[in-house]
């Protein structure tokens, strides 16, 4: 299933994608897509709907984060070996946590914001993890079973507050509007080997980035596992896990946002996101 949240920002509706590709109206038989939508059974009854019962969504809309509520907002780093070379940081032994603001989250397609102050603001494309069932300890042998879905999201990223600023990455990653996700939440069984999906970036129609999940250094279910070792993971917690090759700070000269430019990517079977960056004072 592909699942979506349609709609102005704050007042989105749950949708569905049919077969067709058709948006179809979910708010009769769910009042939102968050954590308590997500778990097993919930999404058992979904598969039972005849999605040709469902009102079709025809006019144009805006498309919301695919999950909302969301409480946690985790982020692995350095998780492909050509990232963390161009980063000029060791490859790590263990997977690196540091998370985004939740108030960072927003659709796939909104204008994103170059902060006040900026002047390094970089792009990532990475697959997502969607958490569906609560998870705590968990082994890498079980840990997918507690995954609702994936989701392509953008993790942008101002490097200056991030690596210039003392402490830790946080502030350098989440920023207002530095967390697009979506445009839908693809259920586990429709991705399949979530470990084999091509992923891209262009910026003004360049291509910067080009990979594939299948060279993660740490895979899903190890990261979802690990994380459990150290946290309580909810229904509706969003894991982003890292990006391959290609992102502004490792080019020679280094590259970075500028108001204006484009940005598009998107993951095989995920979707793509399109997005505008705008001045942080914009129609505010």
Not at 36 to 42: E, I, N
Request: charged share 25%.
């Amino acid at each position: 299933m592909k699942l979506v949240r349609f709609g102005q920002a704050g007042t989105e509706k749950p949708g569905i994608l049919d077969a067709n590709g058709t948006l179809r109206d979910l708010s009769g038989h769910l009042s939102d897509i968050d954590g308590a939508a997500l778990a097993p059974p919930s999404l058992e009854n979904l598969r039972r709907i005849d999605l040709a019962a469902l009102p079709a969504v025809t006019e144009p809309v805006r498309l919301g984060a695919p999950v909302a509520d969301t409480r946690q907002f985790i982020a692995i780093g350095l998780n492909y070996t050509d990232h963390a070379i161009e980063a000029n940081m060791p490859i790590p032994a263990e997977p690196i946590v540091f998370t985004k603001a939740v108030s960072c989250i927003q659709g796939p397609n909104d204008d994103v914001r170059r902060p006040h102050k900026s002047d390094k603001m970089d792009w990532e494309v990475e697959l997502g993890i969607v958490i569906g069932s609560r998870a705590s300890y968990v082994s890498v042998e079980d840990a997918l079973n507690h995954v609702a879905g994936y989701l392509v999201c953008d993790d942008l990223s101002e490097r200056s507050f991030q690596l210039e600023r003392g402490g830790t990455w946080d502030k350098g990653k989440g920023c207002e509007t530095f967390g697009p996700v979506g445009p839908w939440l693809v259920t586990a069984d429709e991705v399949g080997d979530v470990q084999q999906l091509d992923m891209w970036l262009d910026v003004n129609g360049r291509r910067m980035q080009t990979g594939n999940t299948r060279t993660m250094i740490f895979d899903c279910a190890t990261i979802v596992s690990y994380l459990s070792q150290f946290m309580v993971l909810l229904p509706g917690d969003i894991i982003t896990t890292g990006t391959p090759p290609g992102v502004g700070m490792g080019m020679k000269p280094p590259v970075f946002l500028k108001e204006g430019d484009v940005i598009e990517l998107g993951i095989e079977k995920l979707g793509v996101q399109r997005h505008k960056v705008i001045a942080w004072d914009a129609d505010r």
